[in-house]
C-alpha cells in the first residue's frame, strides 16, 4: 500500500506528469513511459521536416490574407472572425509543431500526449475553420460584390481555400506517423529535472 506521504506528493491535472519524475540523490528521474517514431531516421526527419515547413507556410497563408491593401471585407466582423479563428487554430498548430520537435526520439509521454495526439485534432480545425473563412467570404461577396479591388478581394478567400487544403493534407500526414510505445527503464541521458514549459 502506498504511503500516506508518497499519496500527499501525487500530482493531478496539467502537472501530474511530475509524477514520473523520482528525485534519486541530487537529479529528477523520469521513470515513465516513452514513445519511438516507427520507422528510421530518415523518414522521421522527413516526417518533421514535412509538418515544421507545413505549419509555417500556413502561417503564411493566414496572415497573407490580412497583408494586402484593405478591403471592405476587413471591416466585417461576419468575415474577420472565420479569419481570426482560421489564425489562432494555425497558431495552436505552430505550438505543437514545436513541442514535437523538442520532444526527440523517444519521445516522454507527456510531450507524446501534447504533441503528437493533439496536432491531428489541431489540423482539422485549422483545415475546418479556413474552409469557414472561405465560405464567410464567398457570402459576402455574393452580397456586396466585390468592391473597390476585385483581385484583393478574390486573393483572400483563394488564399484562406489553399490554406484549408494545406492543413488537410498535414492532417492525414500526421495521422500516417506511428509511434510505439516503450516500457524503458531510467538511462543516464533521460536524467534532467522537469521544465514547467514542457
Known amino acids: ?43 522521421r526527419k ?9 505549419s509555417l ?13 484593405p478591403v471592405e471585407m476587413s471591416d466585417s466582423p461576419f468575415t474577420t472572425v472565420p479569419w481570426l479563428l482560421q489564425t489562432i487554430a494555425v497558431c495552436t498548430v505552430i505550438w505543437g509543431v ?6 526527440g526520439d523517444p519521445m516522454r509521454e507527456y510531450v507524446y500526449e501534447k504533441s ?3 496536432l491531428p485534432v489541431r489540423l482539422l480545425i485549422a483545415s475546418v475553420a479556413s474552409f469557414v ?20 478581394t478574390v486573393m483572400r ?21 506511428r509511434w510505439t510505445l516503450i516500457n524503458k527503464s531510467p538511462a543516464k541521458a533521460e536524467v534532467s529535472p522537469p521544465q514547467d514549459g514542457e
Open 98 to 103: 514545436y513541442k514535437l520537435l523538442r520532444g
Open 116 to 118: 503528437v495526439k493533439k
Open 57 to 69: 507556410v500556413s502561417l503564411l497563408l493566414a496572415a497573407g490574407q490580412e497583408i494586402f491593401p
Open 157 to 177: 478567400p483563394s488564399l484562406a481555400l489553399i490554406n484549408g487544403v494545406l492543413c488537410l493534407f498535414l492532417h492525414l500526414l500526421a495521422k500516417r506517423g
Open 1 to 43: 500500500m502506498m504511503p500516506d506521504k508518497e499519496k500527499k506528493q501525487k500530482r493531478r491535472g496539467r502537472r501530474s506528469y511530475l509524477n514520473d519524475f523520482h528525485l534519486e540523490g541530487s537529479e529528477y528521474v523520469y521513470r515513465g513511459n516513452t514513445y519511438a517514431f516507427e520507422g528510421g531516421e530518415k523518414e
Open 133 to 152: 473563412t472561405v465560405a464567410s467570404e464567398a457570402i459576402y461577396i455574393v452580397i456586396k460584390g466585390f468592391g473597390r479591388s476585385a483581385v484583393n
Open 46 to 54: 522527413s516526417f518533421l521536416t514535412f509538418m515544421t515547413l507545413g
